[in-house]
């Protein structure tokens, strides 16, 4: 139980963690107390923050995956009820919003993929409404699931997963994936490699050309690389300060509920803006992808 308001936020801001301790470790609670040492590498949940950064690298954020998951699940299943009970006559509320999504979507792909792919509608359904969902999460009062957690012996629940940078760095590099395949199969691996060698900079001169080649190299992998950093990075950022302020307001005793409901009010524009930005940046990145010069 936190006991000031720094512990509070840390408490707030820490993932459920699953990983490996290291034999010799000693184990310490949130409140300093000794549990022993550890005889042996043990795979367990981490107790502290300490605890979460001696798991290192292959450590999981269960919590993060846990809450993804679900809300791919509830996407699915929401879409997937809709379009088996979708009929020709006077739609349903659900199957009006569900239509609007979709069409907003198709306008989206229509407007800035230049090209003929069956996988970029689908993939931009799905990535809006998942992003959109996980962002929606922020607008739960920040003490409602972390409290039931605790209440059930769960130690920490962050239930925002667009605030963890490993799901936002696993979405975008999956996209970053996907940009390199299209771009190797629709320029070839020649067609690949001379983008990334022959542009910005180019001369008749095969000599000078030479030279630049590296220059070029380095120029546009930065860019490359830019790509999926800069796209996960730009919502986590903001869905971090969102939720960091939600803390915030969580620590002013009376005047959270209010406080909460008027930053929430701002907060939608942000979680739906967050959502489209990572969709329209996608479609974006792979019609260049697509295009073959």
Known sequence: MATTATEYIAHHLQNLTFGKLPAGFERVDNYGNELGVLSEDTWTFA??????????????????????????????TIFRMVAKRASAGVPT??????????????????????????????????????????????????DWIPGLASALGIPYMKI??????????????????????????????GGFIGEL?????????????????PINFLLESVTMIAKPISLALRLFGNMYAGELIFILIALVGYMQLPLHFGWAVFHILVVTLQAFIFMILTIVYLSMASEDH
């Open 47 to 76: 107790r502290t923050a300490a605890e979460a950064k001696e798991m290192g690298f292959w450590a999981l954020h269960v919590d993060s995956l846990f809450w993804s998951v679900l809300l791919g699940v509830v996407f699915i």
């Open 93 to 142: 509320g659900m199957q009006n919003l569900v239509e609007m999504v979709v069409e907003f979507v198709d306008g989206s792909v229509k407007d800035s993929f230049h090209g003929r792919n069956n996988l970029i509608a689908p993939l931009a359904l799905t990535i809006f409404c998942w992003v959109f969902f996980m962002n929606l999460m922020d607008l739960i009062p920040v």
């Open 160 to 189: 925002v997963p667009s605030t963890d940078p490993n799901i936002t760095l696993g979405m975008s590099l999956s996209v970053f994936m996907l940009i390199i395949f299209y771009s190797i199969k629709v320029k070839g691996i």
């Open 197 to 213: 060698t022959l542009h910005p900079f180019s001369s008749p001169n095969k000599a000078v050309q030479a030279l630049l080649i």
